[in-house]
């Protein structure tokens, strides 16, 4: 075969670098949409990830009273009743929260021995706040309140609860789980069984 011409062997590089450019910058122009999409999936992420652990602050302190249900995983955020949900259920959680972690302080830490009675501060707490909102508050308290104290429970030795001791000197256990589900039933009527069905463990009293 007969050498190329000079002219024709520039012409062809001149056109193999046009077409090398020309490719490249259609890759760049493909690959832009995608790496676009991927920081779209990972803020989605992000957000999931965000208020899935803003879920679990939220109801890590509750953990042992209320059960922990894995959140939607398509959080339906564009719905105005599941928003306003997610606001009350927010409200109770923040209410209750305080009572809760006083009752397990209470009842599953070294704060109190076996047969110990509550201090006033405490009882005060326990009775306005639990006691008294109890299904049966008025035979659990009979003829008066001498004080509040911890104790085995009579049939599960292995766990502990409160009691009442009456001022006639019997003294009677109450779930302060009982208390918390009236509380929240008489202060969040509309919203209290979905509450309850949703974070309660079952059996819990």
Same mark, same amino acid.
């Given at each position: 075969m007969g050498?190329?011409?000079?002219?024709?062997?520039r012409?062809?590089?001149?056109l193999?670098?046009?077409l090398?450019?020309h490719?490249?910058?259609?890759?760049?122009?493909?690959?832009?949409p995608s790496?676009?999409?991927?920081?779209?999936e990972?803020?989605?992420?992000?957000a999931a990830e965000?208020?899935?652990?803003?879920?679990?602050?939220?109801?890590?302190?509750l953990?042992g009273?209320?059960s922990v249900?894995?959140a939607?995983?398509?959080p339906r955020?564009d719905?105005?009743?599941y928003c306003k949900?997610k606001?009350?259920?927010g409200?109770?959680?923040?209410d =209750?929260?305080?009572?809760?972690?006083?009752?397990?302080?209470?009842l599953?830490?070294?704060?109190?021995?076996d047969?110990?009675?509550?201090?006033l501060?405490d009882?005060?707490v =326990?009775?306005?706040?639990?006691?008294?909102?109890?299904?049966h508050s008025?035979d659990?308290?009979?003829?008066g309140?001498?004080?509040?104290m911890v104790?085995?429970?009579?049939?599960f030795?292995?766990s502990?609860?409160l009691?009442?001791i009456?001022t006639d000197?019997v003294?009677i256990d109450?779930?302060?789980?009982?208390c918390?589900?009236?509380?929240?039933?008489?202060?969040?009527?509309t919203?209290?069984?979905?509450f309850?069905?949703e974070?309660?463990?079952r059996?819990?009293?």
């Amino acid at each position: 075969m007969g050498s190329l011409n000079p002219m024709l062997l520039r012409g062809i590089s001149i056109l193999r670098l046009r077409l090398h450019h020309h490719h490249r910058l259609g890759f760049g122009l493909a690959v832009a949409p995608s790496r676009r999409a991927c920081c779209t999936e990972s803020i989605r992420a992000a957000a999931a990830e965000e208020s899935s652990s803003s879920s679990a602050d939220n109801s890590s302190t509750l953990r042992g009273v209320l059960s922990v249900n894995e959140a939607p995983k398509y959080p339906r955020w564009d719905d105005p009743d599941y928003c306003k949900w997610k606001d009350k259920e927010g409200e109770i959680l923040r209410d =209750v929260e305080p009572i809760v972690l006083l009752a397990k302080e209470i009842l599953h830490s070294d704060r109190y021995m076996d047969g110990e009675q509550l201090t006033l501060e405490d009882e005060k707490v =326990v009775v306005e706040r639990l006691l008294a909102y109890h299904p049966h508050s008025e035979d659990k308290i009979g003829c008066g309140i001498d004080s509040i104290m911890v104790d085995r429970h009579p049939q599960f030795k292995h766990s502990r609860c409160l009691f009442v001791i009456r001022t006639d000197g019997v003294w009677i256990d109450f779930s302060y789980q009982k208390c918390l589900r009236a509380y929240i039933r008489d202060k969040y009527p509309t919203h209290a069984e979905r509450f309850i069905r949703e974070h309660f463990k079952r059996g819990s009293g």
